[in-house]
């Protein structure tokens, strides 16, 4: 008798080579326009899938998995937050939640750098005059940005991409310094001569550059809220590659137009894809459309381990990146 193939959902449009192989595995169903899917439609998606593959765009909650059918077993998410998954919800009608760490830590310590770089050096600011045909010849005062050789980096949370952000700024000068739940490992503090910061407030007090490289969670939503940017100093500059609703946007877009924090780097924001409109008309801000990992190489990747995490799953067997809710 023929083994039925797992129906698998898929709610986005994936890199060419991960969908032919998903179509090679799986009885798949995939979104060849890429139109985000609305609630009513994620609704159904559950209730006829086995596994269903949802991306940072899709909010998979209590609602959704309400109409979960009795064959959804996995929900194997494309990407490493999993904050668009109410994973206890899921966890609790016996549905496995996976999701693809690992693969996109490079590639988003990169995006952070080149935040730090572009908002501290005005790189955007620059690169938009020479466009608007605006350079009009070197001038020793103009374009005047911050150095940020010999700073201090403040990292919050100390993970894979917060370490990968760490050993790329120490080779630009920074020193380095984090905040997390608990100090890293002995090993991972001597390679990066990392100082540990028991208290955020403290911290920000006393570091140049903020990074945030922590999950969403509910420990850390508006972590930095507006209490905390005060803390900061006026030359500081924050930059988020993580999620937005770490920060309190609205808070941070009113300091930076007063002056109270120099600049932002952001990829993330609180109510994707809007942004607070204060925000779009500041020049010492450079926003990018949450592209952190948005490189072939790491799409890619991702996909793979969709796919290694739904077979292994579908062959009974524990998936390499179960999501285990005390761990959020
Ligand atoms: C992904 C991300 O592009 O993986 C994450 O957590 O934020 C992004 O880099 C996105 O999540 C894909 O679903």
Same mark, same amino acid.
């Given at each position: ?7 698998? &959902? ?8 991960? /969908? ?10 995939? @979104? ?7 609630? /009513?439609?994620?609704? *159904? ?5 086995? $596994? ?8 998979? !909650?209590?609602? +959704? ?29 016996? &549905? ?9 830590? /490079? ?26 045909? *605006? ?14 050789? #010999? ?13 990968? $952000? ?6 630009? #000068? ?16 001597? *390679? ?5 910061? *028991? ?34 100093? %006026?030359?500081?500059?924050? $930059? ?9 946007? %609205?808070?941070?877009?009113?300091? +930076? ?13 609180? @109510?994707?894809?809007?942004? @607070? ?6 020049? @010492? +801000? ?6 952190? %990992? ?6 890619? !990747? ?27």
């Amino acid at each position: 008798m023929a083994v039925r193939k797992p129906k698998i &959902v898929v709610t986005r449009r994936l890199p060419e080579p991960v /969908e032919t192989r998903m179509r090679e595995l799986f009885d798949v169903e995939l @979104n060849a326009d890429d139109r985000p899917m609305t609630a /009513e439609e994620l609704g *159904e998606a559950v209730s006829r899938a086995d $596994v269903l593959v949802p991306t940072v765009t899709d909010r998979i !909650d209590a609602r +959704v998995l309400s109409r979960a059918g009795p064959d959804l077993k996995l929900i194997a998410n494309f990407g490493a937050g999993v904050d668009n998954i109410d994973v206890a919800t899921a966890n609790a009608r016996g &549905v496995t939640v996976t999701n693809t760490p690992g693969v996109l830590t /490079e590639d988003t310590a990169d995006m952070t750098m080149a935040l730090i770089l572009a908002t501290a050096r005005r790189v955007v600011e620059g690169a938009n005059v020479v466009q608007a045909g *605006e350079f009009r010849g070197w001038s020793p005062t103009w374009m005047m940005g911050r150095r940020i050789w #010999g700073k201090r980096l403040g990292i919050i949370g100390m993970g894979r991409i917060g370490q990968a $952000v760490a050993r790329r700024a120490r080779a630009f #000068g920074l020193s380095v310094h984090y905040h997390n739940r608990k100090p890293a490992p002995a090993a991972v503090v001597d *390679e990066l001569q990392a100082t540990y910061w *028991e208290s955020l407030d403290q911290m920000l007090a006393r570091t140049d550059v903020i990074s945030v490289n922590c999950p969403h969670t509910p420990a850390t939503f508006h972590l930095l809220s507006a209490r905390r940017l005060k803390l900061l100093q %006026s030359h500081a500059i924050v $930059v988020n590659t993580a999620r937005g609703e770490v920060i309190d946007e %609205s808070a941070l877009a009113n300091m +930076v137009a007063r002056g109270e924090i120099a600049g932002a780097g952001l990829d993330v924001y609180e @109510n994707e894809p809007a942004i @607070n409109p204060k925000l779009m008309k500041l020049p @010492n +801000v450079v926003l990018l459309p949450h592209m952190g %990992s948005a490189t072939v190489e790491a799409r890619i !990747d991702m996909g793979e381990k969709v796919i290694v995490n739904i077979k292994t799953f579908m062959d009974g067997h524990r998936p390499p990146d179960r999501v285990i809710p005390s761990m959020l």
